[in-house]
């Protein structure tokens, strides 16, 4: 592996253990690879799920899948990128070449689909190779990622708050938008209320949702959704939710579902509270083997549209520039979700605060 730069990191070396925090030898860009200093990003639960064996993530590995930071080099054949530029590193590149991109369908390019084992970017004092977690490894002080992946910030858009694009605002925003595509007055039901939840709470209201009715059994998670305008709140573990948002929406059910929990039964009651010929667009995921159970003659006759959501069916060089004016005119409110910031020592902390639900969005913050 050729390369001498020098970076510090937390590294996942095996499930169920602690971050292996110190420094790592990263590999030089290769063509068409940009080296980025990494000033921001977001611990999410998908790390936390990689880190419990419940996704095909192989150790030694370097978990976050999205990041901000400066560009620090470039490999041969970069042209749109240059050392100094403030950069968004999104989880999903945008090959232009792959089957699914010619297609128009970026949220599937080949790079990240069909990229496992994801590529190694750095080696250990000890020799082991390093992996990077969703093409990306944000959880240190340098990260490689593929050109098109990466995406040039305005200057005054901080860092901490720029890092949750390429997570949660696209998965969440993407998901209301792109997919289910909201409009002025409709109902939208959503369950779980994580990050992901919660800002497709905001997306929502900033869609016009007539009723926007919020799902979870954590209560401090309901009070945060309605403060963000979810118009009812409902704590599935008190009775049927299902029937709850039939009652709330004259008996027929949500005309939008947002699922956004995870577990199966989450899955189910999503598809089921949805109104007859209304949109479904399921997020969540319990483990990597899960499967789910629906009734067979109600999926076919009541003719709902059931969509998978892979971050938003992000399209980064139209959705990633508009949400990023949302962030700048104050549309979408980030400050609620950055429940605290850590430095890559306190990684097993982040870790574990994540997994309690005491964080929203754990930041790691490094420059
Ligand atoms: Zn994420
Ligand atoms: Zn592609």
């Not at 699922?259 to 089921?272: M, Y």
């Amino acid at each position: 592996m050729r390369g001498g730069r020098v970076a510090r990191a937390a590294v996942m070396t095996g499930y169920f253990e602690p971050f292996l925090v110190g420094p790592m030898r990263m590999r030089d860009p290769a063509a068409g690879e940009v080296l980025v200093r990494t000033a921001a990003a977001p611990f999410c639960s998908t790390d936390w799920m990689g880190w419990k064996a419940m996704r095909r993530t192989i150790p030694p590995v370097v978990l976050g899948h999205t990041a901000v930071g400066t560009v620090e080099a470039v490999g041969d054949g970069v042209t749109r990128l240059s050392p100094g530029d403030r950069v968004l590193v999104a989880g999903t590149p945008q090959c232009r070449e792959c089957y699914y991109c010619r297609v128009g369908r970026p949220d599937q390019c080949e790079l990240l689909m069909g990229g496992l084992p994801y590529p190694i970017v750095a080696e250990l004092p000890d020799g082991r190779e390093v992996r990077a977690a969703g093409l990306v490894g944000a959880y240190a002080s340098q990260l490689l990622a593929y050109e098109h992946q990466v995406h040039r910030l305005p200057d005054g858009l901080p860092f901490d708050t720029a890092c949750l694009l390429g997570c949660g605002i696209s998965s969440a925003v993407g998901a209301v938008e792109n997919i289910a595509r909201v409009e002025p007055g409709q109902s939208v039901a959503i369950l779980g209320l994580g990050h992901l939840g919660l800002w497709a709470v905001q997306g929502a209201r900033l869609a016009g949702a007539g009723e926007i009715i919020g799902v979870d059994g954590h209560g401090g998670r309901r009070a945060l959704a309605a403060s963000m305008g979810a118009t009812n709140l409902l704590d599935p573990t008190a009775g049927d939710p299902v029937e709850a948002v039939r009652a709330l929406t004259g008996g027929r059910g949500a005309d939008v579902v947002i699922e956004a929990a995870g577990p199966e039964i989450a899955t189910r009651q999503a598809v089921l509270m949805a109104r007859r010929a209304g949109t479904v667009v399921l997020m969540g995921v319990a483990h990597s083997t899960s499967e789910v159970v629906l009734p067979q003659l109600a999926m076919t006759t009541q003719g709902k549209a059931i969509h998978g959501c892979q971050n938003g069916r992000v399209t980064p060089d139209v959705d990633f520039p508009r949400w990023i004016g949302y962030l700048q005119d104050g549309l979408l409110d980030p400050a609620p979700f950055i429940t605290r910031r850590y430095d890559l020592s306190e990684a097993d902390e982040a870790l574990r605060r994540s997994m309690s639900l005491d964080d929203v969005t754990g930041v790691f913050a490094l420059g």
